[in-house]
């Protein structure tokens, strides 16, 4: 009898084995964990993630078995993987990989879980790589923010992240050692209680929701949720997945539905490392290309935020929403994705890690008076480069200064798998990164500590010994 798409997904989390994995996988796999946290300690004191805490310990209690991540705090799984999706999604200098982001969503989970259960390294690797591995595939047979059609792009009208519950459930179901016939139900289940896509209306509203396109808490909780009816007993909709006439397609609001992108050479062909990419500025990757280029014009030729009289930038071709184009900035959220903000803030040079959500200075006079210098239009080579490489996310840039127009063109961001050297962060560039975030949060000891061990995550017997050094210090 041929296996549903939920059943053909529960047998691959259930036979994925870490002696099989292939290096890139286990080192994305590791990469992830490391960035991810190092996200979280950074988010600890940002509004978004205070609240995401508060949450974490109202609906966690105490004495639970699982770390809110920067606290100490002792939380149910529930709690802590509320807590942590929040912290790691707050700066949004988290990791990118289609549908967009997916990290927040399913890696929470599986650390609460992994932690309650006494999980080793190899065994929370391999749940990270099936939940990464689950949602890119599922992501890339659905609707995407940068398609295009007849040269022209066409963003779909219903869009968002809820799809990564089926890897958050399989990670939590994984590692929970569910056979392939409890994760099978545990999918139907997730399936039917996905949240809704409502990243459209978000990106349309400004200012907008500070829950962003989607509350990475809630959907870890669903995910939760799912693993543990599944386990208790509960049947769930093994045909979500198949039924594209009132399944979870058609519920989710996708236009395209490409199951075989699903199954093809699933679990032999591991295909979420080569899109895989990271993030050096905590802001919307749509400016990452152009952040580069500013800041190579500003430090080779000093120029100073207030010698600058003009910044115009060429930019994605689906950004033209009110997100991205809102200049008021009332809360550090808002300067996470308006365009004209974040290359005020990037021609500052500050380090780019949580010092650019800094209040004095997102609301700065400098970098709110250098806002109203930048202006924009879409780069009119975007569809044709981003046809020749899915990487692509091309951005040129002018400054004006000094009586001079500075030029600076990109194709790829720094942090994105790419034809050209050196645009793939660097295990140190990743530390380094890690480690700006951690600061004044983590002992200098425990940065290092938690970084060497996660980037020899496969020697970790326990990965309590790692949650155990999450714990905000005076030192």
């Known amino acids: 009898m041929t296996q549903t798409l939920v059943e053909q997904l529960a047998a691959f989390t259930t036979d994925a084995d870490y002696d099989r994995l292939p290096p890139d996988v286990v080192k994305e796999s590791k990469r992830i964990v490391l960035d991810s946290i190092g996200c979280a300690l950074g988010a600890i004191d940002e509004p978004k993630g205070r609240i995401g805490i508060e949450y974490g310990r109202m609906t966690g209690g105490t004495g639970g078995d699982a770390t809110i991540i920067g606290t100490g705090d002792r939380v149910s799984v529930f709690g802590a993987a509320f807590a942590n999706g929040e912290l790691i999604n707050t700066l949004d200098a988290d990791?990118?990989?289609?549908?967009?982001?997916?990290?927040?969503?399913?890696?929470?989970?599986?650390?609460?879980?992994?932690?309650?259960?006494?999980?080793?390294?190899?065994?929370?690797?391999?749940?990270?790589?099936?939940?990464?591995?689950?949602?890119?595939?599922?992501?890339?047979?659905?609707?995407?923010?940068?398609?295009?059609?007849?040269?022209?792009?066409?963003?779909?009208?219903?869009?968002?992240?809820?799809?990564?519950?089926?890897?958050?459930?399989?990670?939590?179901?994984?590692?929970?050692?569910?056979?392939?016939?409890?994760?099978?139900?545990?999918?139907?289940?997730?399936?039917?209680?996905?949240?809704?896509?409502?990243?459209?209306?978000?990106s349309e509203h400004a200012p907008t929701s500070t829950i962003k396109y989607l509350l990475a808490g809630a959907l870890t909780q669903a995910a939760l949720t799912a693993a543990h009816?599944?386990?208790?007993?509960?049947?769930?909709?093994?045909?979500?997945?198949?039924?594209?006439?009132?399944?979870?397609?058609?519920?989710?609001?996708?236009?395209?539905?490409?199951?075989?992108?699903?199954?093809?050479?699933?679990?032999?062909?591991?295909?979420?490392?080569?899109?895989?990419?990271?993030?050096?500025?905590?802001?919307?990757?749509?400016?990452?290309?152009?952040?580069?280029?500013?800041?190579?014009?500003?430090?080779?030729?000093d120029i100073k935020p207030a010698e600058i009289d003009g910044i115009k930038a060429w930019v994605e071709g689906f950004v033209m929403q009110p997100l991205w184009v809102n200049r008021t900035i009332e809360h550090p959220h808002d300067a996470q994705f308006s365009i004209a903000h974040g290359l005020a803030v990037g021609a500052h040079r500050v380090p780019p890690t949580k010092a650019w959500q800094d209040p004095e200075l997102v609301f700065g006079e400098s970098v709110m008076g250098l806002m109203d210098k930048v202006d924009y239009a879409v780069h009119p080579d975007y569809v044709k480069l981003l046809a020749g490489n899915a990487a692509s996310r091309p951005a040129k840039i002018e400054v004006t200064a000094r009586g001079t127009t500075f030029v600076g063109e990109r194709r790829y961001p720094k942090g994105s798998k790419s034809p050209e050297a050196g645009t793939t962060m660097t295990d140190d560039e990743l530390v380094a990164k890690f480690r700006g975030h951690a600061q004044g949060v983590l002992a200098e000891a425990d940065i290092e500590r938690v970084a060497d061990a996660v980037l020899h995550l496969e020697r970790v017997d326990d990965i309590r010994a790692v949650m155990g050094l999450l714990r905000r210090t005076d030192g």
């Open 229 to 301: 009816m599944g386990e208790l007993g509960h049947r769930g909709d093994l045909r979500v997945l198949d039924d594209r006439e009132y399944g979870f397609p058609r519920f989710i609001g996708t236009r395209r539905w490409e199951p075989d992108v699903i199954t093809d050479g699933l679990g032999s062909d591991w295909r979420f490392p080569a899109e895989q990419a990271f993030k050096p500025y905590p802001h919307c990757r749509i400016l990452h290309a152009l952040l580069d280029s500013l800041t190579e014009i500003v430090s080779e030729h």
């Open 95 to 202: 990791a990118v990989l289609p549908p967009g982001h997916v990290t927040p969503y399913v890696l929470p989970g599986a650390l609460a879980v992994g932690e309650s259960t006494g999980a080793s390294g190899k065994d929370l690797i391999t749940a990270v790589a099936v939940a990464h591995e689950m949602s890119y595939r599922i992501g890339k047979a659905m609707d995407y923010l940068r398609d295009f059609k007849d040269g022209k792009v066409t963003p779909p009208p219903v869009y968002g992240y809820s799809s990564t519950v089926f890897g958050a459930t399989a990670a939590v179901g994984r590692l929970k050692g569910h056979g392939a016939g409890v994760l099978a139900h545990a999918l139907g289940i997730a399936g039917s209680i996905a949240p809704v896509n409502s990243f459209r209306s978000w």
